[in-house]
């Protein structure tokens, strides 16, 4: 186990903090760290999709992981519109808390699922992010924007339109039709994949923000997604034919915290950006307890 920490989860951990620590000397700002979390989401977490799903060998049971995520999202929409009225709460908040609730940051799992599963194995965290991003982009996207100004069709062309979901539609392409990609382009595609998490973790650590106003509340919030989703998730877990990855997807989920989306929701329709920050912060302090937890006692 000792040795699992140190040559697995100390490096996460570390490049966490180093992140941390430019930004209090100032040499890596916010803002900074917000090209660098685009650069990750529109290159290198496609360069990790296409590098493992063009190489994954498809079964029956692929189509549950979406569909699992899918499911969670559905439920957990009811119980948090239930406890949201049932708790004191003003409109901003009230947006935050319903939706903050329901996301899933599979970004950050990310590192640490290709040092426990390996690179060959994201393609079955993406299937699974796909039917999570479905739901953030429109779902959780319309708690925040109750304008209702977008109709289906332009929701579905935008999830389309995700540098995500092209390179998992990309990855199956390659995949079926048997193409060999070009060496160059292979090992480029690689090379990339393989500092993924670690500017993901530089990224975090820069934008982590210890500044805890409203910390019942954030913990109220955090603690409804990470136990919402933790038992809602074990029971669709056990109703769907998934098999044990597809489970252990879940839980990780679960456990993986809030997701940066949020604040980008909050930005645009100007709600409650204090609590925003302060969720996402909390929750990838919580995060890196549970998931290292999980992972090592698993």
């Known amino acids: 186990m000792l040795e699992i920490m140190m040559t697995k989860l100390m490096p996460i951990i570390l490049y966490f903090f180093i992140g941390y620590i430019l930004k209090i000397?100032?040499?890596?700002?916010?803002?900074?760290?917000?090209?660098?979390l685009k650069l990750i989401f529109y290159l290198m977490s496609p360069a990790v999709i296409i590098t493992s799903v063009s190489t994954m060998k498809f079964s029956k049971t692929l189509i549950y992981y979406p569909i699992s995520a899918i499911c969670i999202h559905i439920i957990m929409f009811f119980i948090g519109k239930i406890i949201s009225k049932r708790v004191k709460l003003s409109e901003k908040e009230k947006k935050v808390f319903?939706?903050?609730s329901l996301i899933m940051n599979l970004t950050f799992i990310l590192p640490?699922?290709?040092?426990?599963f390996g690179e060959k194995?994201?393609?079955?965290?993406?299937?699974?992010?796909?039917?999570?991003?479905?739901?953030?982009?429109?779902?959780?996207?319309?708690?925040?924007?109750?304008?209702?100004?977008e109709?289906?069709?332009?929701?579905?062309?935008?999830?389309?339109?995700?540098p995500l979901i092209i390179a998992l539609i990309i990855g199956i392409v390659i995949n079926i039709s048997k193409v060999n990609i070009p060496k160059g382009i292979e090992i480029t595609l690689q090379q990339i994949a393989s500092v993924t998490g670690v500017l993901i973790m530089i990224a975090l650590g820069s934008y982590f923000t210890p500044k805890f106003s409203k910390l019942k509340l954030s913990l109220i919030i955090v603690g409804l997604k990470m136990m919402g989703i933790l038992i809602v998730?074990?029971?669709?877990?056990?109703?769907?034919?998934?098999?044990?990855?597809?489970?252990?997807?879940?839980?990780?989920?679960?456990?993986?915290?809030?997701g940066n989306n949020v604040l980008?929701?909050?930005?645009?329709?100007?709600?409650?950006?204090?609590?925003?920050?302060?969720?996402?912060?909390?929750?990838i302090i919580i995060s890196f307890v549970t998931v290292s937890l999980f992972l090592l006692f698993r």
């Open 25 to 36: 000397f100032d040499i890596l700002k916010k803002e900074e760290a917000s090209v660098l």
């Open 98 to 100: 319903r939706g903050a």
């Open 112 to 116: 640490f699922f290709i040092s426990f």
């Open 121 to 149: 194995n994201v393609y079955l965290l993406s299937i699974f992010d796909a039917g999570n991003l479905v739901m953030v982009t429109t779902v959780v996207y319309s708690i925040f924007a109750s304008s209702d100004s």
């Open 151 to 162: 109709s289906i069709g332009q929701k579905i062309k935008k999830i389309l339109k995700s």
């Open 233 to 258: 998730g074990t029971i669709v877990g056990k109703i769907l034919p998934l098999d044990e990855m597809g489970r252990t997807i879940i839980l990780l989920g679960a456990l993986s915290p809030v």
């Open 264 to 283: 980008t929701y909050v930005f645009i329709t100007e709600g409650d950006m204090e609590l925003a920050i302060n969720i996402v912060s909390l929750s």
